[in-house]
C-alpha cells in the first residue's frame, strides 16, 4: 500500500541554519503531497501542499518540491528560527482512488529543536 | 468557517472505563470527517472516516468505535479503554485545500 518515510529526528539546528527534512513516498499513481507542523500541544496546521510532479509549495519560508522520478517531496528552509520548533509531518492523499474520500497517510512526524 | 471544536483537551481515565470524545465541525454541510490517532513514536494513525450521517469506515480493529449521529457531529467511543488507547486523538476534515485538524484530546489511560 501506500507509505509515507521521513527521516527520524530528533533534529536540533541553531537560529539561522539551513533545513533539510527528507520525505520519500510510494504511491501506485499520483498522489498530492503535503507537510503540515505541529506546534507542542496543538492539533496539525498544513505548512504547504503539491499536487502534481515539479509542483513546489512554499509557506513561512518552507518550501517543498513534488518530484516524481525520486518520489520524494523534501522540506526546506534557508533560515530557521527558534519559532519553528516543531514537529513536522509529510503526508500524501489518496484522493486519486476515486469516492468522496481522501484519507492522509502520514510519515513518523520529525520533531525540530531550534536553539538561539 | 472551516473550525472543527474537540473536547476534552486533556483526559486521564482508568482501564476499563468508557469513553466518548467528541468533534463538532463548523462550515459547509456533508463534510468528511476523520478521526486519527498520535501515539508516542506511531506517527499519526487513521481510525475511522466518514463521508455522512450514519456512514462510518474502519481502518484497523481495535476496540474503540465511531459515529455520526449528525451532520458536523462525530464521535470517537470504547466501552472499556486499554493502556495502549493513550495518546492524542485528532479529528479532521478535508477541504480543497487539505485537511484542518482540530486542537486534538490528549488520552491518558491509567
Known sequence: GDSVTQMEGPVTLSEEAFLTINCTYTATGYPSLFWYVQYPGEGLQLLLKATKADDKGSNKGFEATYRKETTSFHLEKGSVQVSDSAVYFCALSDRYRGGSQGNLIFGKGTKLSVKP | ?110
Open chain 2, 1 to 110: 468557517s472551516q473550525t472543527i471544536h474537540q473536547w476534552p483537551a486533556t483526559l486521564v481515565q482508568p482501564v476499563g472505563s468508557p469513553l466518548s470524545l467528541e468533534c463538532t465541525v463548523e462550515g459547509t454541510s456533508n463534510p468528511n470527517l476523520y478521526w486519527y490517532r498520535q501515539a508516542a513514536g506511531r506517527g499519526l494513525q487513521l481510525l475511522f472516516y466518514s463521508v455522512g450521517i450514519g456512514q462510518i469506515s474502519s481502518e484497523v480493529p481495535q476496540n474503540l468505535s465511531a459515529s455520526r449521529p449528525q451532520d458536523r457531529q462525530f464521535i470517537l467511543s470504547s466501552k472499556k479503554l486499554l493502556l495502549s488507547d493513550s495518546g492524542f486523538y485528532l479529528c479532521a476534515r478535508d477541504t480543497y485545500y487539505g485537511y484542518t485538524f482540530g486542537s486534538g484530546t490528549r488520552l491518558t489511560v491509567v
